[in-house]
């Protein structure tokens, strides 16, 4: 199973039972106002994405009581800008492309409830095909998944984005949900999860 619903995720995640899924790793919004700290600069690619509005606050306490409650694991991107509990590991994402002298993070922070010590993962951001403003690697998640999900694990991703959460449980074999309320950004996503596949078959196919 692997399927993207374009629905509102706090609504779906109300109508869960405890538990519904092994571990979710999510990406909200953060309410830092992302469309106009992103540099969209005259021949900057990020200039092209249409004006956001989606970042205007971070979500509700009822957000992360509903994940908390529907998920075992948990993994959330942007811990520096949410009140989260003390944790034991946190992720984090270098990019070594970002250096000192611009305004984007050389960092992203993801809180975690799991038992482990924290990890580090470096790595690129320059997919050919980036949809979204702030695109995580396909494999990022990966990386992510070869850790903290096994075979027969249910996936969550409440705001889905561009999809490389998505593509990135296709390619382990893992189910997953993913939801995404922007239709445009739902669209997008599938549209880049169907080439995936597409590309992943025909390889298959060769061999």
Request: aromatic share 14%; charged share 30%.
């Amino acid at each position: 199973m692997n399927i993207a619903y374009n629905a509102d995720c706090l609504a779906a995640m109300r109508e869960m039972p405890d538990n519904a899924f092994d571990l979710a790793v999510v990406d909200p919004p953060y309410g830092i106002n992302i469309n106009n700290n992103m540099g969209r600069r005259k021949g900057d690619k990020k200039s092209d994405y249409k004006k956001v509005t989606w970042d205007s606050a971070p979500p509700t306490d009822e957000y992360f009581k509903e994940l908390f409650r529907v998920a075992d694991k948990v993994i959330i991107w942007g811990a520096n800008y949410f009140s989260l509990p003390p944790a034991k590991c946190f992720l984090v994402w270098r990019k070594p492309q970002i250096s000192e002298v611009v305004s984007f993070s050389m960092l992203e922070y993801a809180w975690t409830n799991i038992d482990d010590t924290s990890k580090e993962w470096i790595g690129m951001s320059n997919e050919s095909d980036r949809i979204h403003p702030t695109q995580k690697p396909v494999a990022l998640y990966r990386w992510i998944f070869q850790r903290y999900a096994k075979q027969g694990d249910k996936i969550l991703d409440t705001h889905l984005g561009s999809g490389s959460s998505r593509i990135a449980a296709y390619d382990m074999g893992l189910d997953f949900v993913g939801y995404e309320i922007d239709k445009e950004y739902f669209d997008k996503q599938e549209e880049r999860f169907a080439r995936h596949t597409a590309q992943t078959s025909l390889f298959i196919d060769e061999f």
